[in-house]
Antibody, heavy 122, light 111 residues
Framework: EVQLVESGGGLVQPGGSLRLSCAAS????????MSWVRQAPGKGLEWVSI????????YYADSVKGRFTISRDNSKNTLYLQMNSLRAEDTAVYYC???????????????WGKGTTVTVSS | QSALTQPASVSGSPGQSITISCTGT?????????VSWYQQHPGKAPKLMIY???KRPSGVSNRFSGSKSGNTASLTISGLQAEDEADYYC???????????FGGGTKLTVL
């Protein structure tokens, strides 16, 4: 079964850091671009970041650029999101998602995790 | 990045057809064949319904179809069913950020 399982969410104070993980199984992780997408409470989806298959190309939303870092460990089938200098507006459910096409960018995500909740509050 | 523009809500009766629009620019929707549509039920993860403007993933009902004209993409759902009630989001590759952007979402109500 193709599966993505996020972990690492929690309550953190403004200015703090958190590292999210996403464990992948059931597909060739190293062949797929991966993304993080977030959803603030009661709001829409926001594409946060995307990483190429080998991790050599990464892109970020303006709202997180310079504060968040996406990375991957293909030997461990795991995607990461390092979040620093967290703000209240980063409060959201964070989803990891797999690109539809192996070996190329399709900018469509066909497998999603259930999400992990990040709350930034004092 | 500016979100793509979707209507906040649409509604229809069972059996009817509805269309949700997604308006962007030539830097995103109109410039590339990378529009996707996602369905999201409350408390659940999004589900891919349409990719590359008009293609359906395996397992998605053929009641769902995608199209595009200029800078506006559309999702049409025919033969509305109660289970179609959900939020729908479009997304597209955008050259302004070199990856992707979502629309604000549309709440579909089945009357």
């Amino acid at each position: 079964e193709v599966q993505l399982v996020e972990s690492g969410g929690g309550l953190v104070q403004p200015g703090g850091s958190l590292r999210l993980s996403c464990a992948a199984s059931g597909f060739t992780f190293s062949s797929c671009a991966m993304s993080w997408v977030r959803q603030a409470p009661g709001k829409g989806l926001e594409w946060v970041s995307i990483i190429s298959t080998r991790g050599t190309n990464t892109y970020y939303a303006d709202s997180v650029k310079g504060r968040f870092t996406i990375s991957r460990d293909n030997s461990k089938n795991t995607l990461y999101l390092q979040m620093n200098s967290l703000r209240a507006e980063d409060t959201a459910v964070y989803y990891c998602a797999k690109d539809l096409r192996a070996g190329q960018w399709s900018y469509s995500m066909d497998v999603w995790g259930k999400g992990t909740t990040v709350t930034v509050s004092s | 990045q500016s979100a793509l523009t979707q209507p906040a809500s649409v509604s229809g009766s069972p059996g009817q057809s509805i269309t949700i629009s997604c308006t962007g620019t030539s830097s995103d929707v109109g410039g590339y064949n990378y529009v996707s549509w996602y369905q999201q039920h409350p408390g659940k993860a999004p589900k891919l319904m349409i990719y590359e403007d008009n293609k359906r993933p395996s397992g998605v009902s053929n009641r769902f179809s995608g199209s595009k004209s200029g800078n506006t993409a559309s999702l049409t759902i025919s033969g509305l069913q109660a289970e179609d009630e959900a939020d729908y989001y479009c997304s597209s590759y955008t050259s302004s950020s070199t990856f992707g952007v979502f629309g604000g979402g549309t709440k579909l109500t089945v009357l």
